[in-house]
């Protein structure tokens, strides 16, 4: 992430010093691109004066012989068999996992998969930007995200150099265009480093957020009512005293991989991670209308996944199991720490009770606080599991079960 970062970072700097010719904004972009991606070759095609062409501008690579085809013999628009020329017309991005299962017009050399992005701007397309890669399936979604950032950056240094070519006789207007092209770069690069910060320790979609909003108040210290859910694997200390570290690593990156896309599909805000214990929050500091109720949901799924993984478990000879507490309530959120080590947390009555819960909870068992409880009444069979003395709060508390059916009844 943070080498990603940091080459946005030199790509949009390489702009600012690179106002009459774009040649070298290219090189930096697809050096960078096959470094991170581990690529063949990269290749920035434009389109031609006349429309009819994807001309060759800037090449990195292996494949020394296709920068001479490509110009003796360029892509042409009415081709359309050939993916560069279909990412060019469609304006979509043409992602090829195994050119080995393709029939295309395009001479792919040694490459076996492809990915080709088009350069969008005006709601028209100036070009492409191609990427082959060493081996079949080699570009994950991270990377053809990480490849679409660096074709709006490549557009941009198009666009810059053709303004400032277009008013370079007039003085005034090429220092403000100056003025306006820092402004703009070092606006870029300030939210490049900020959403960095952000995703160490928020998840991708609520530094978006907090990025969108343009605003970091809801990071200061505040009071609101959260969905808490907690959750742990049964009987893991036990086999990391009897296991290899290599079979410990596996099963956790498994289970953390596992759980974290669950968390993702159900909107949580925050998630904190320490060994196989996982904390997770609802309705901050994205808003939600339920927050027990997609606590629950969540827990539900990933009870489900976590019976599956255990069965698989078992058949390698480990004994793991899975609980979860969930509670609702009022609790302290906000951003806690010191410089360069901060993190997004909260703390309250509401995340005691589930941590407690989830000590409490047996292998397969959702344990909820009364508040939980009464608020997924509706959507969900709970049942008493009596009156329990939990550490850490002073008071005995009635604490409900959630039962595997989801049929509505009273709480009893």
Not at 218 to 236: N, T
Not at 342 to 351: C, L, Q, V
Not at 405 to 410: D, I
């Amino acid at each position: 992430m943070r080498e990603r970062e940091a080459a946005s970072r030199d790509i949009l700097q390489v702009i600012t010093r690179s106002r009459e010719d774009s040649l070298p904004v290219f090189d930096v972009i697809l050096a960078h691109a096959r470094r991170l991606c581990d690529s063949l070759h990269a290749g920035l095609f434009l389109l031609s004066d006349d429309g009819q062409e994807l001309q060759l501008t800037a090449y990195q690579g292996e494949d020394e012989w296709l920068v001479a085809l490509h110009f003796q013999k360029p892509p042409r628009l009415e081709d359309v068999a050939n993916p560069l020329v279909r990412a060019a017309v469609s304006r979509t991005v043409v992602h090829i996992p195994n050119t080995e299962n393709v029939a295309t017009s395009q001479d792919t050399g040694a490459a076996r998969s492809m990915l080709h992005v088009p350069l969008l701007a005006r709601d028209r397309c100036h070009g492409v930007l191609s990427l082959a890669g060493r081996v079949p399936e080699a570009f994950s979604g991270a990377d053809i995200e990480l490849f679409q950032l660096f074709a709006d950056q490549a557009m941009i240094a198009v666009e810059n150099v053709r303004q400032f070519c277009a008013l370079k006789d007039k003085t005034e207007e090429v220092e403000t265009l100056n003025q306006s092209l820092q402004d703009r770069v070092e606006t870029q690069v300030a939210e490049i480093e900020r959403m960095g910060r952000l995703k160490r320790f928020l998840p991708p979609a609520v530094a978006n957020t907090i990025v969108s909003s343009g605003s970091d108040r809801m990071l200061s210290s505040h009071r609101a009512l959260l969905g808490v859910l907690f959750c742990d694997i049964r009987g893991f200390t036990a086999f990391c005293e009897t296991a290899e570290p290599e079979e410990t690593i596996e099963v956790l990156q498994t289970y953390h991989e596992e759980m974290g896309r669950l968390i993702n599909a159900h909107g949580a805000g925050v998630d904190h991670r320490m060994g196989d214990g996982i904390m997770v929050l609802f309705n901050d500091p994205i808003p939600c209308d339920n927050p027990a109720g997609q606590a629950v949901q969540l827990a539900v799924a990933m009870r489900e996944r976590m019976a599956d993984l255990g069965r698989q478990w078992k058949r390698l000879g480990y004994r793991l199991g899975f609980g979860v507490g969930v509670s609702l309530g009022y609790a302290t959120v906000g951003m806690v720490g010191s410089e360069g080590r901060f993190d997004y947390t909260a703390s309250g009555t509401a995340i005691n009770l589930g941590s407690r819960l989830c000590d409490e909870a047996e292998d397969g068992e959702i344990l909820l606080s009364p508040r939980a409880a009464i608020a997924v009444e509706d959507d969900f069979r709970v049942l008493s599991r009596g009156t329990l003395h939990l550490k850490g709060i002073r008071e005995p508390i009635e604490v409900f079960r959630l039962e595997d059916s989801p049929e509505a009844t009273q709480l009893l």
